[in-house]
Every structure is written in structure tokens, then in C-alpha cells.
């Protein structure tokens, strides 16, 4: 009883609290603060949140290039494991196949080798004879196919000799990709980070206000076109199993790679949280994007991923009334904001 009344609180809570966010985006906008002028040769507030954005928006889609090669490695990993299994299997069949060609090869050369028209000849016994000649052909035959065998088990080996050597070769490009993402990564994270250090403790706290307001401006712009009339959706069960998970790692930070429990970028969220749905759905928002079914925006409903930029480098899940839930970048926590509150993509479903 104390469980269903707890979920059932939890609910009514996440409920409320999207209501609130969404209404929050639909009135005025936050008011603007009177900018000061920049001094001479230096950039501008606004200049300097733009080119930060534009640093962590390219290392999100460096980001999911790193997540998606940390996939395929994987996966390439625990094949070559499958084949020096197989290997291994093949070599013991062909050292038993070996084994069983040359016993008969001894017993043939204790006969002496001699024609069975010659053993017909020398024999004392014709039926004795004509018996062993049944038995002759029958080990004839046994020889022929451990032969056979023999060549079709040491063809297979050279098979997953070679298969073997292009998965290493796929590894390897997989691990080279891998440095290179984690690379520019670091390089566009540092770079942000190095912008936003210099700025003093008064013009972050305006540079949050002026993200802030430039998310607003875009949500209200969303909702202006009459899009939330339209999108009515219920969510499935699993849709709402995802959308519990997602909700309750607000406040976690973004780290990019991470999947939880601790921390989540983007991708991971979205991925873990549909896991936990009991659905496995693609690593990265752009394999989200290009495996998932895409729905037009009217038929969204509570669980369904929206895809973010051209680029699909950004991911979050809607959770109604005009919300999404998201890990948003470096230095930000996973919160809920405007579903139209960056550029839509695509919206896609994990279980259609």
C-alpha cells in the first residue's frame, strides 16, 4: 500500500511539475537586463555565449562519434572472442580428424595394400573374404569422408583466420576514431570552459540569465504556432516506466559518456532510461535518430525522444504538457525545459 501510494504520489508530482514548466513557458518572457557595452576589441556577452554554445554543441557531436565507435569496438570485441572460440573448437576436430586419418592409414598399410582381387586370390575362405571386403568398402568410404571433413574443417580455419583479421582491422579504426572524438571532445570542452572562466562571477550569473531567456524566446516561439493543441498522446506503460527514470536523475550532472547512475550525457539518459522500460534502444541520438521510428510532432506523446540541431547531437525525452527532460551540456545538470525550446529535428519512438 505505502509503495502504490508512494508511486502514485511521485506521479502527481512529476505531473505538476511539468504543468508548471510548461506554463512557465508559455507566459512573458524573462526580462531582459540592460547589456554593458563591451569594451573596445572585446567580445561581447552575447558573442561569448554563442561561441561557448556552439563549443559544447560541437563536442556533443563529437561526443556521440566517441559513443558510437565505443559501440562498434564492443561489438568487435566480443566477435573475435565468438571466433577464437570457433577456432579453437576446429583446431580440436581437425587434430581428431588427423588422428582418425591415420590410424587409417596404418591399418591399410598392415593389410599390405594388395588389391581385393589379390586377397580374393590368397584367401582360404571366400566368405570369410567377401565379409572383410563389406567391412573394406565401409572403411573406404569412413576414410573418404574423414578426408572430406579433414579439407572442409581446415578451409573453416582459414575462414576465421581471415574474418578474424578484418575484425582487428575494424577494431583498430574503431579505437583511432575513438582518440580522435575523445580528443576533440576535451579540445571543445576546454575551450568553452576556458571562455567561461574568464568571465567574472556577475557576468556568468548574466550568461545563464541570457541562455535562459534565448530558451524561452524559442519555447514561446514553438507554442505560438498552436503545436500543443495538437499533441494529446498518452504515454504507454513502458513510456511511463522511461519517463520515471528519466525525471528522477534531475539534478545529476551532465558528463559526457557517462550512462548513470551518477551522471548522464544526452544520449545516455535517453538510452538508460529506456532500459530500465525494459527496452534496449541505440547508444547515441544520432543511431536513435536513423534505428527508431520517426513520428510527426502532433503525435508525440510522454516518453518519445526528441532529436535536437541538424546534426542530431542533442537528444531529450518529452514528458507532456509541452516538456522534455534532458542532460543539457557540461557545467549544467539534467533538468526539465521547453520541448521546443532548441531546434527539432526529428521525434522518434522506441516502442512504436
Not at 580374393?120 to 568410404?141: I, M, N, W
Not at 572524438?181 to 541570457?210: D, F, G, P
Not at 505560438?224 to 499533441?231: N, Q
Request: aromatic share 6%; hydrophobic share 40%; net charge positive.
Amino acid at each position: 500500500m505505502n509503495r502504490r501510494r508512494h508511486s502514485a504520489s511521485a506521479l502527481t508530482l512529476l505531473c505538476a511539475t511539468a504543468i508548471l514548466v510548461a506554463a512557465s513557458f508559455t507566459g512573458p518572457v524573462a526580462p531582459a537586463y540592460a547589456a554593458p557595452q563591451p569594451e573596445p576589441g572585446r567580445k561581447s556577452l552575447e558573442q561569448v555565449r554563442k561561441e561557448i554554445e556552439e563549443l559544447y554543441r560541437q563536442a556533443g557531436t563529437a561526443t556521440d562519434a566517441y559513443n558510437l565507435a565505443e559501440g562498434e569496438t564492443k561489438a568487435q570485441s566480443e566477435k573475435i572472442v565468438e571466433i577464437a572460440k570457433q577456432v579453437q573448437a576446429g583446431q580440436e576436430r581437425l587434430t581428431g580428424l588427423k588422428n582418425k586419418a591415420g590410424a587409417a592409414a596404418r591399418a591399410q598399410y598392415r593389410s599390405g595394400g594388395m588389391p581385393p582381387g589379390a586377397q580374393l586370390a590368397l584367401s582360404s575362405d571366400p566368405g570369410t573374404y567377401l565379409a572383410g571386403v563389406d567391412l573394406l568398402r565401409q572403411g573406404e568410404k569412413a576414410t573418404a569422408d574423414t578426408i572430406s571433413e579433414l579439407t572442409r574443417t581446415q578451409k573453416q580455419l582459414q575462414s576465421y583466420a581471415v574474418d578474424a583479421s578484418a575484425r582487428w582491422q575494424v577494431l583498430e579504426e574503431n579505437r583511432v576514431k575513438q582518440e580522435n572524438a575523445k580528443k576533440e571532445i576535451e579540445q571543445k570542452i576546454k575551450a568553452a570552459e576556458e571562455l567561461e572562466n574568464k568571465l567574472e562571477a556577475e557576468e556568468k550569473a548574466r550568461l545563464l540569465q541570457l541562455e535562459q531567456e534565448d530558451q524561452y524566446k524559442a519555447q514561446k516561439a514553438w507554442l505560438s504556432t498552436g503545436v500543443l493543441k495538437e499533441i494529446n498522446g498518452a504515454a504507454s506503460d513502458a513510456g511511463k516506466k522511461a519517463v520515471a527514470y528519466a525525471t528522477a536523475q534531475i539534478g545529476k550532472p551532465y558528463v559526457w559518456g557517462a550512462t548513470g547512475p551518477g551522471s548522464f550525457d544526452c544520449s545516455g539518459l535517453t538510452s538508460q532510461a529506456w532500459r530500465a522500460a525494459g527496452r534496449g534502444i541505440p547508444r547515441t541520438s544520432q543511431e536513435q535518430l536513423r534505428l527508431l521510428p520517426k513520428i510527426a510532432v502532433k503525435d508525440m506523446r510522454p516518453g518519445d525522444l526528441i532529436i535536437y540541431f541538424d546534426d542530431a547531437s542533442h537528444v531529450g525525452m518529452y514528458v507532456g504538457d509541452g516538456a522534455m527532460v534532458h542532460a543539457p551540456r557540461p557545467g549544467r545538470s539534467v533538468t526539465i525545459a521547453g520541448a521546443g525550446s532548441m531546434p527539432i529535428k526529428a521525434v522518434v519512438r522506441p516502442d512504436a
